[in-house]
C-alpha cells in the first residue's frame, strides 16, 4: 500500500514539473515577444509571468537563458515529430514529402514571431553546447532522398545543399528586425515563399 501511495505521488510530483515546465516555455515566448529585445528578457522575469518562483525556473533551466532557448526549440522546433503524418503517408511521392520539410520549419519560425528569430541568432550557439535538436537535417533528408531511384546515388549531396540553402533563408529571415531599409525584404511572406519553391530550385541541378 505505502509503495502505491508512493508511485501516485511521485506522478503527481511528474505531472506538476511537466506542467511548470510547459508554462516557463510558452510564457517565455509570450515575455520575449512582447519585450522585443532579448538583452532585457531574465530567467526571473519569466518565472514571475509564469506564476512560478524563480527557484522552479532555474531547476528547469540550470543555465539560464541558454536553456530556455533549447527548451524552445525542442519544445516548437522538432519538426521530425511534427512532420510523422507526412513522412510516413505512403500516397506522397518522396519529393512532396521533402518539400514540406523547408515549409513546416518556416511556418513553425514565423508562427513564434520575434522569438522564432532570437532562435535562429542563438543557433550556432546551442549546437556548440548540444543543445539544439538532435536529429541533424542532412541525415534525414539524405534518408528520404535514399527512397527515390531518381536521387538516391546523390542524396547525400542534395541534403547537403537543401539544408545550407534552407539555412540561409533563416538567416535572411532573422536580419529582419526593426525597421531597417537593407533587410526589410526578407519579410514572413518572403521567407515562406522562398522555403515553398526551395528544393524546386535545388532539385532542378540535378
Known amino acids: 500500500m505505502a509503495d502505491i501511495q508512493q508511485d501516485g505521488r511521485a506522478r503527481r510530483q511528474q505531472d506538476i514539473f511537466d506542467l511548470n515546465r510547459i508554462k516557463l516555455i510558452n510564457t517565455a515566448v509570450d515575455v520575449i515577444n512582447e519585450v522585443g529585445d532579448i538583452r532585457e528578457v531574465t530567467l526571473t522575469q519569466i518565472a514571475k509571468e509564469a506564476g512560478v518562483s524563480p527557484a522552479t525556473a532555474y531547476n528547469h533551466f540550470p543555465d539560464r537563458m541558454e536553456d530556455v532557448f533549447s527548451a524552445i526549440v525542442h519544445s516548437k522546433m522538432d519538426v521530425a515529430a511534427n512532420m510523422g503524418a507526412t513522412l510516413a503517408d505512403n500516397s506522397l511521392s518522396v519529393v512532396d514529402k521533402l518539400k514540406q520539410i523547408p515549409v513546416t520549419y518556416a511556418e513553425n519560425l514565423i508562427s513564434l514571431g520575434y522569438t522564432g528569430k532570437v532562435l535562429i541568432i542563438q543557433m550556432f550557439n546551442l549546437v556548440n553546447v548540444n543543445k539544439w535538436l538532435d536529429q541533424d537535417p542532412v541525415q534525414a533528408i539524405t534518408a528520404l532522398l535514399s527512397n527515390s531511384e531518381e536521387y538516391k546515388d546523390r542524396a547525400d549531396e542534395i541534403a547537403v545543399n537543401v539544408a545550407t540553402a534552407f539555412r540561409g533563408a533563416m538567416f535572411e529571415y532573422a536580419l ?12 514572413e511572406e518572403f521567407f515562406l515563399k522562398t522555403s515553398e519553391n ?9
Open 176 to 187: 529582419n528586425i526593426g525597421d531597417h531599409e537593407l533587410f526589410n525584404r526578407y519579410s
Open 198 to 206: 526551395l528544393i524546386e530550385n535545388i532539385l532542378k541541378q540535378y
